[in-house]
């Protein structure tokens, strides 16, 4: 098995058996970019699209990628390649998530452990890399907030889940940050979604981006542009979007000028 036999199974739209199945997860993360983002990943998608892996091997295949804990592998590693099996994990589970509406699969039991795998995984990562020049894109942050957007817009999704949401976020925009590939935009997603979706109200948003402000400025050099960039992807999101926050946007006014009159950079 190879990409290119691979490619020649996609294109003859043949279910997905259990051989093609345990060697596309063997490979989620593989090092090699054209096979595991044009291969890999888009057969994941495309699969999952037209409806070619039977009920049987789905459950299957996201019980082995949960038991596994592949979306911990090397997890205590700043930088290492375990990043490509934990940021293509989040994107194979994402897939899973996003197609439950129109399936009716995964279970509520099979999403509760998606989602509580994912808010504990965006807690922990460290790897804060964009794309990596040898082995392409690596985007542990903006996959994993990926999969955090399809948590929080699944129908398993708890109001108890909504902290360690807002812990994710906040700790990658403090405590890792340093994001130079439009992570900040991702991470926006998830707390759109909470808002949107009316599980964050206007008020408790803005007083948790007040807490996101006051945690950058504890810090001894407060100089984040990670931070301000999340700010401003919020506040034209809102906008273009039309949607109305006025709480949240007037918080973000505030941070901003805040920012602005101390370094006169946004």
């Keep these: 098995m190879d990409l290119i036999s691979f490619k020649e199974f996609l294109a003859s739209n043949q279910m997905l058996s259990k051989e093609w199945g345990e060697w596309m997860l063997s ?8 096979l595991r983002d044009e291969g890999i990943y888009s057969g994941w998608c495309r699969l999952f699209e037209e409806r070619r892996i039977p009920l049987s091997l789905r459950k299957e295949l ?6 596994d804990e592949l979306l911990f592998t090397d997890i ?5 390649n375990g990043v490509f099996i934990r940021s293509f994990t989040s994107l194979f589970l994402t897939v899973v998530l996003r197609f439950q509406k129109r399936d009716g699969w995964p279970d509520a039991s099979e ?8 808010i504990l995984y965006y807690q922990q990562e460290k790897d804060n890399r964009g794309f990596v020049s040898e082995y392409g894109w690596a985007h ?7 999969l955090l957007q399809a948590a929080v817009l699944s129908p398993a999704f708890q109001k108890q889940d909504i902290v360690g949401v807002l812990k994710g976020l906040k700790r990658g925009l403090v405590e890792v940050e340093d994001f ?3 992570e900040e935009d991702r991470m926006v997603k998830p707390y759109l979604a909470l808002l949107t979706s009316g599980q964050l109200t206007d008020v408790e948003s ?6 996101l402000q006051a945690a950058v400025e504890s810090r001894e050099n407060d100089f984040n542009l990670c931070y301000t960039k999340f700010c401003m992807c919020l506040s034209f999101e809102l906008v273009c979007q039309d949607l109305i926050f006025p709480v949240t946007q007037a918080q973000i006014t505030t941070a901003m ?3 602005y009159q101390k370094y006169q950079i946004v």
Aim: glycine content about 10%.
């Design 257 to 259: 000028k805040q920012f």
């Design 111 to 118: 999403q509760r452990q998606i989602i509580e795998a994912a």
């Design 76 to 80: 205590d590693q700043r930088k290492g």
């Design 206 to 211: 803005g007083e948790w981006l007040q807490v």
């Design 62 to 67: 996201l019980a082995q990628v949960l038991n």
């Design 140 to 146: 542990a942050f903006a996959h994993g907030a990926d």
């Design 180 to 182: 130079l590939f439009g």
């Design 27 to 34: 490979h989620i993360g593989d090092l090699d970019p054209d």
